[in-house]
Each structure stands twice: as structure tokens, then as C-alpha cells.
């Protein structure tokens, strides 16, 4: 039986992408990230993106620290980003 919450095409669920993803931070060093981009606007400023199928990982991060911090995990639309 296919999970609810699989990504359209998928047998992956969206929950086991998103800790996949999230993982990726750990476990690769941030010039091996994929899909990341540096945000625009005064409202994102120092926030980065990395894109999850249809989600995106909003986060910034503390590379003195060798930490960073997850803001958001919203759905893409045209209004995600206000």
C-alpha cells in the first residue's frame, strides 16, 4: 500500500525526504550541498533555501559555531515568499 504522503511518482514519503535532506546538512560539507540559494529581500536576509521537491528548508547558518538553524519548512507557491 502507497503511503498518503508520498511525493506525485514517488514511493518515497515526504517525511523521509525531508529527514534525508536534513541529513545532508550533518553529513556533507556545505560546498557539497544541493539545491541551496541565498535569499533575497530584507525579510530573508541571511537566510538560505534548499529546495525538497515541492517544499523548501528555509535555515540560516552559524559556520563559527559549525551549526545551523531551521526557520521554516513551507510548501512552494507562488506566494511563498511573499
Not at 14 to 19: D, F, N
Not at 22 to 48: C, H, T, V
Not at 61 to 73: G, H, V
Request: hydrophobic residues 30%; aromatic residues 10%; glycine residues 8%.
Amino acid at each position: 500500500m502507497k503511503p498518503k504522503s508520498s511525493f506525485p511518482g514517488s514511493h518515497t514519503t515526504c517525511g523521509e525526504r525531508m529527514e534525508r535532506a536534513i541529513d545532508e546538512f550533518e553529513e556533507k560539507d556545505d560546498s557539497q550541498w544541493s539545491n541551496i540559494k541565498l535569499l533575497q529581500g530584507a525579510e530573508w536576509e541571511g537566510r538560505l533555501r534548499k529546495k525538497v521537491g515541492p517544499y523548501r528548508i528555509i535555515f540560516t547558518k552559524y559556520p563559527e559555531r559549525r551549526a545551523l538553524e531551521i526557520s521554516a519548512i513551507l510548501i512552494r507557491s507562488k506566494d511563498t515568499y511573499g
